[in-house]
């Protein structure tokens, strides 16, 4: 992996605070959606914390995990 990602990936995910209430930071992942590059970046991490292993399943929790989840799985 390129050195940097994961510090442009962090800077991808933006803040959105006090949202759906006061005292939550909510996580807006739209700008690592939106940019085909990054996306494809935030996959490959998430292959390589997979490979040497058996894995039979990947489970995607809630909206962001069908997301994620089914790019892994393919």
């Known amino acids: 992996m390129a050195p940097g990602i994961v510090e ?3 800077a991808a995910v933006r803040d959105v605070p006090d949202f759906p209430k ?3 930071v909510f996580k807006d992942i739209t700008p690592v959606l939106n940019d085909p590059v990054v996306f494809r ?3 490959d ?3 390589e914390r997979c490979r040497g ?3 039979d399943k990947i489970v995607g929790i809630d909206a962001r995990g069908f997301l994620f989840g089914s ?3 393919y």
């Open 71 to 73: 790019a892994v799985a």
């Open 45 to 47: 991490l998430f292959l």
């Open 41 to 43: 970046a935030s996959i």
């Open 8 to 10: 442009q990936l962090r």
């Open 53 to 55: 292993r058996e894995v």
């Open 22 to 24: 006061k005292g939550i």
